[in-house]
């Protein structure tokens, strides 16, 4: 079995066919596994969502921030639709109810130690390792599936920015999935800044990538992760990040999992412009 790791697809169906293609992906033996936000910023999210959806045991899918929007926005309990947002198409498919309670099922955090990787959209603090990483996506699905309204309503804002054992209640569920879908920037203390979006190298201290925190408890882990465009497709301190900016015109990346990762690559047409998001 051959498992590739797939970045922010967002709704760039063509893309995606495009690159299954380039990597000859048969679904009889391969896996995929895709780093998250499936949908939005893009022109086809229903197309990727049903896609994706099919592929049944084939896939494995952690949530991203786009991909909760969706849900958020479907429940009514978002922020409402965004001016570059295209996910309207799903609200109004014929399958949309299948296809939402299909991605809420999905998890924050996926490992295969068979595989010898784990997988997160964003980042997880310093503080944590990866059985308490494997726990809080457990934690935070459980209260998706018990009370989806309230999460969605509770889950925006920038706080709690660092981690205790202590947090509860929707402080430690905000935390968890600003973690998993959100972090780029800490400082060396473990503290979280959830509001810059920009490169490494346009940032002054104390703020550094989350992945170089020094005594960070997941260094020996090797994880694949999504979301930071910006920084484009790097391998830094064990972590492979593979957004590579397809809905920005970059390319849709395909990164072969095991001993030697190997990444194969298709050019994209773009849907947004930079300043746009």
Same mark, same amino acid.
């Given at each position: 079995?051959? +498992?590739? !790791?797939?970045? *922010?697809?967002?709704?760039?169906?063509?893309?995606?066919?495009? &690159?299954?293609?380039?990597?000859?992906?048969? %679904?009889?033996?391969?896996? $995929?596994?895709?780093?998250?936000?499936?949908?939005?910023?893009?022109?086809?999210?229903?197309?990727? &969502?049903?896609?994706?959806?099919? &592929?049944?045991?084939? !896939?494995?899918?952690?949530?991203?921030?786009?991909?909760?929007? $969706?849900? %958020?926005? =479907? =429940?009514?309990?978002?922020?409402? $639709?965004?001016?570059? *947002?295209?996910?309207?198409?799903?609200?109004? %498919?014929? *399958? /949309?109810?299948?296809?939402?309670?299909?991605?809420?099922?999905?998890?924050?955090?996926?490992?295969?130690?068979? @595989?010898?990787?784990?997988?997160?959209?964003?980042?997880?603090? #310093?503080?944590?390792?990866?059985?308490?990483?494997?726990?809080?996506?457990?934690?935070?699905?459980? !209260?998706?599936?018990?009370? #989806?309204?309230?999460?969605?309503?509770?889950?925006?804002?920038?706080?709690?920015?660092?981690?205790?054992?202590?947090?509860?209640?929707?402080?430690?569920? /905000?935390?968890? @999935?600003?973690?998993?879908?959100?972090?780029?920037?800490?400082?060396?203390?473990? /503290?979280?800044?959830?509001?810059?979006? +920009?490169?490494? *190298?346009? +940032?002054? =201290?104390?703020?550094?990538?989350?992945?170089?925190?020094?005594?960070?408890?997941?260094?020996? @882990? /090797?994880?694949?992760?999504?979301?930071?465009?910006?920084?484009?497709?790097?391998?830094?301190?064990?972590?492979?990040?593979?957004?590579?900016?397809?809905?920005?015109?970059?390319?849709?990346?395909?990164?072969?999992?095991?001993?030697?990762?190997?990444?194969?690559?298709?050019?994209?047409?773009?849907?947004?412009?930079?300043?746009?998001?």
């Amino acid at each position: 079995m051959t +498992v590739y !790791a797939i970045s *922010d697809v967002q709704g760039c169906q063509r893309e995606l066919e495009s &690159l299954l293609e380039r990597i000859a992906f048969d %679904a009889a033996r391969d896996r $995929l596994w895709f780093v998250g936000d499936l949908v939005n910023r893009g022109p086809d999210s229903l197309g990727v &969502l049903r896609f994706v959806r099919k &592929l049944g045991t084939g !896939a494995v899918t952690v949530l991203g921030n786009h991909d909760l929007h $969706l849900l %958020a926005v =479907a =429940a009514g309990a978002g922020r409402g $639709l965004r001016r570059n *947002d295209t996910i309207q198409d799903v609200l109004a %498919a014929r *399958d /949309r109810d299948e296809l939402l309670d299909w991605l809420r099922r999905r998890p924050l955090v996926h490992h295969d130690a068979e @595989v010898g990787f784990a997988m997160v959209h964003a980042g997880l603090p #310093p503080q944590w390792t990866l059985a308490q990483a494997l726990q809080m996506s457990r934690e935070f699905a459980a !209260a998706l599936s018990a009370e #989806p309204d309230a999460v969605y309503a509770q889950m925006y804002g920038d706080q709690p920015d660092r981690w205790e054992e202590s947090l509860s209640g929707s402080d430690r569920l /905000r935390f968890i @999935v600003n973690c998993c879908t959100r972090l780029r920037f800490c400082d060396p203390g473990g /503290r979280l800044n959830f509001k810059l979006k +920009v490169a490494p *190298d346009a +940032v002054d =201290a104390p703020w550094i990538p989350w992945f170089q925190a020094p005594r960070r408890r997941t260094a020996d @882990v /090797r994880i694949v992760t999504g979301h930071w465009s910006a920084l484009g497709l790097k391998t830094i301190a064990n972590v492979w990040c593979i957004d590579s900016g397809c809905v920005w015109g970059g390319r849709l990346t395909a990164l072969k999992l095991g001993a030697h990762p190997e990444v194969m690559q298709v050019p994209c047409r773009g849907s947004l412009k930079v300043g746009e998001d």
